[in-house]
């Protein structure tokens, strides 16, 4: 992300040793790595949640593209033929579109 050598990296010791001073430095030091831990937590966080995010809305697109499919294939289908019964005669399954005829009994 940021692009810091070494040379920066001194430059940075050598003006907090004077700002701070030799006694204070090692625990802001600690406190300032504390810090850019919880930072780069936060951010991983952040990032894998909006991936996610990104990952959910991709399979709702996918979900309804399917759905439209779906839904296509079905009108495109011809129409299911009559089914002529006899007097008296009962319908015992329900004619679906996967179903081409219909059992009857007696």
Do not use: C, W
């Amino acid at each position: 992300m940021f692009d810091v050598g070494f040379s920066e990296l001194v430059l940075i010791a050598v003006v907090a040793l004077v700002v701070v001073g030799p006694e204070r430095l090692p625990k802001v030091a600690r406190t300032v790595g504390a810090l850019v831990g919880r930072m780069r937590n936060y951010v991983a966080t952040v990032k894998g949640e909006v991936e996610r995010e990104m990952q959910l809305e991709d399979l709702k697109k996918l979900q309804q593209e399917i759905h439209a499919q779906q839904i296509h294939s079905l009108d495109i289908q011809q129409p299911l033929p009559p089914v002529q019964m006899k007097a008296g005669e009962k319908v015992t399954k329900k004619l679906t579109r996967s179903s081409k005829r219909t059992k009857v009994a007696p």
